[in-house]
């Protein structure tokens, strides 16, 4: 077995949180007097955190108002934190997933885009407990990705070096953060982004079903 730690992606890769993320994001901007968007229009604003997420679903000509973007960010958090697992599901297959890597002695963790408090309310609603060895999301002491902070404090607390280390995200930024960190790096295709845009930033690996995962990670 090659990979002795996985460190998952949240968002787009363990669940489909889109729908949540979209209808809480939509109420903000209805309170604010800002149109809202489509539901297919929200994986281009997803990513790089849940305040750039309100900064890009607001009107082009008010993205670079801090003033308006904190008082629209908000108001989204407090909408969102209360509807974050409304909808929001583990993927097909993402379970067996889990259950196999930890039966299997691999030490798992999540490192998400998502502020640290709503990645812990997502990740303990919908996992079992203790599944994951470290839930961490961005804070006042973690960056967010592609820095890769995360994954060395991930590496380090569970006491495994880099080159037995494997990231599984479906985006850019944790191709990106693999990259920084210097571990392997697998990219989904059922999460946000179209194949083709992953493939662009060079995975290791792309994987299109949870069995395809399994198998790279356990061979």
């Not at 077995?1 to 809480?24: E, Q, W």
């Not at 958090?77 to 691999?106: H, Q, S």
Request: hydrophobic residues 40%; proline residues 5%; aromatic residues 8%.
């Amino acid at each position: 077995m090659r990979f002795k730690a996985v460190i998952f992606d949240l968002d787009g890769t363990l669940v489909n949180s889109l729908d949540d993320i979209a209808d809480s994001c939509n109420e903000a901007l209805r309170r604010c007097g800002y149109p809202v968007h489509s539901i297919e229009q929200y994986p281009l604003f997803v990513g790089q955190g849940i305040r750039n997420l309100v900064r890009f679903a607001m009107p082009l000509n008010l993205q670079a108002d801090e003033q308006k973007i904190d008082a629209c960010f908000n108001l989204f958090f407090d909408i969102y934190r209360n509807n974050c697992c409304r909808k929001t599901i583990t993927y097909p297959g993402i379970a067996d997933v889990v259950a196999r890597l930890r039966e299997k002695g691999v030490k798992m963790a999540v490192l998400s885009n998502k502020a640290d408090g709503l990645t812990q309310i997502v990740v303990n609603t919908l996992f079992e407990k203790g599944v994951f060895g470290l839930v961490l999301g961005p804070s006042a002491t973690l960056p967010r990705k592609p820095d890769p902070a995360g994954v060395l404090r991930i590496c380090e607390t569970f006491g495994v070096e880099l080159s037995e280390t494997l990231l599984v995200g479906d985006s850019k930024y944790d191709i990106l953060t693999a990259r920084n960190a210097g571990v392997k790096c697998v990219a989904v295709s059922w999460g946000f982004q179209p194949r083709k845009a992953i493939e662009e930033h060079c995975p290791d690996k792309v994987v299109d079903s949870t069995d395809e995962l399994l198998r790279y990670i356990l061979s």
